[in-house]
């Protein structure tokens, strides 16, 4: 028998890797997208995880970390998923935010030049930034630009050299377009939020522990877990310099609330909300709230709502970095198949919720 009918698996790759690559393909998990490639013994095609072709049985899946050692071993790719188009279009988005992201406020919007250097056109240069990042060029730009100013008032970088070192034209665009994501002033943020007042609460609750911090704006920060040390640490390390002190009279009625919802009640006020993110997280935390008490959304479902279908991975990224959990309610994100996808405080908490919520519904 030759080569190409009797291989299970490609010879760098384990039977635990395999297994894993197995799950993520039955899942069409996005975030396995570009990381392995399966092909199937019977059609001779191979595919990429996220594939929306019908599913081979086990033993004639057969497992590749590159485009390249598929074709070695005599198989073609897919019509449907286009697997080599796929990793031409993340080598381009790759190639792109190394660009974007050095540039300055003024440059990010004239996309032209950046896309003539890649050989690309500046239609197609949008259309796969949405494809595999969710984001416009435009979006990322400003995104990693905030990233940058961030890193650099941690490092005690003075603001006027930051702010230009970063693309922003004036002190004042820097203040216009920062404030909401940081939640504070530059200076506060550079501080590690010196003279910021952060108050928390943190109780029991039917989930185990519940931390409720919030500033004058609103609430900050809403994480779940067994141990009340870990919970405090987590808020101290994101503001190393903030003064953060145990409740203020707002997160008292803030707690009651949230304790409420954990229970499954819907919810019987609106919350404020003080938190950093980027403009694409900010859509998808709003869109999640938009979700009633005992329904459920998938990731793709979220994406489309968004007008961004092809913002799956995207989507779920903003999921899982969602800082206020139960107030926006992510919990409520799910795979197409109806599995739980995975979620910051636990798969058993986020089965409970979704539990109690639509006994409550």
């Not at 030759?2 to 039977?15: F, G, H, V, W």
């Not at 897919?78 to 003024?106: D, F, M, Y």
């Not at 949405?130 to 603001?159: C, Q, W, Y």
């Not at 197409?336 to 058993?348: H, N, P």
Request: glycine share 6%.
């Amino acid at each position: 028998m030759n080569k190409l009918s009797t291989m299970t698996q490609a010879d760098n790759i384990s039977s635990e890797a395999a297994a894993e690559f197995w799950k993520a393909a039955l899942h069409r998990d996005p975030r396995a997208d570009g990381k392995f490639f399966f092909a199937v013994r019977s059609t001779h095609i191979y595919c990429r995880p996220t594939c929306p072709a019908r599913r081979p049985l086990r033993q004639n899946a057969v497992f590749f970390r590159t485009t390249q050692e598929a074709e070695k071993n005599g198989y073609r790719p897919c019509r449907r998923c286009r697997p080599q188009e796929q990793l031409e279009a993340i080598s381009l988005v790759k190639q792109a935010a190394k660009l974007l992201g050095g540039a300055s406020e003024e440059d990010s919007i004239r996309l032209g030049p950046i896309a003539a250097q890649l050989h690309a056109s500046t239609a197609k240069l949008r259309r796969v930034f949405h494809r595999v990042t969710g984001l416009s060029p435009r979006e990322f730009a400003h995104a990693a630009r905030l990233e940058k100013f961030k890193k650099m008032l941690r490092e005690g970088v003075d603001i006027s050299e930051a702010l230009y070192a970063c693309g922003y034209g004036s002190p004042s665009r820097v203040y216009e377009k920062t404030n909401a994501q940081l939640g504070m002033t530059p200076a506060s943020y550079r501080k590690g939020g010196a003279g910021m007042k952060i108050g928390f609460t943190v109780a029991a609750s039917s989930l185990g522990k519940v931390l409720v911090a919030g500033t004058e704006r609103g609430i900050s920060a809403v994480y779940l877990g067994d141990d009340e040390r870990s919970l405090v640490s987590a808020l101290q390390k994101e503001y190393p310099r903030a003064e953060i002190a145990r409740s203020a009279a707002s997160n008292e009625s803030w707690l009651k609330e949230i304790l409420s919802r954990v229970d499954g009640h819907a919810p019987s006020k609106d919350l404020p909300l003080d938190v950093q993110a980027t403009a694409f997280q900010r859509r998808v935390w709003q869109e999640l709230q938009k979700i009633p008490l005992g329904a459920t959304r998938t990731y793709t479902q979220v994406a489309r709502a968004l007008g961004k279908p092809n913002s799956v991975r995207a989507v779920a990224r903003a999921c899982a970095t969602n800082p206020t959990s139960i107030v926006v309610p992510c919990h409520r994100v799910i795979r197409t198949d109806g599995e739980l996808a995975g979620y910051r405080w636990g798969l058993q908490r986020k089965q409970k919720l979704l539990e109690r919520e639509g006994a409550r519904a």
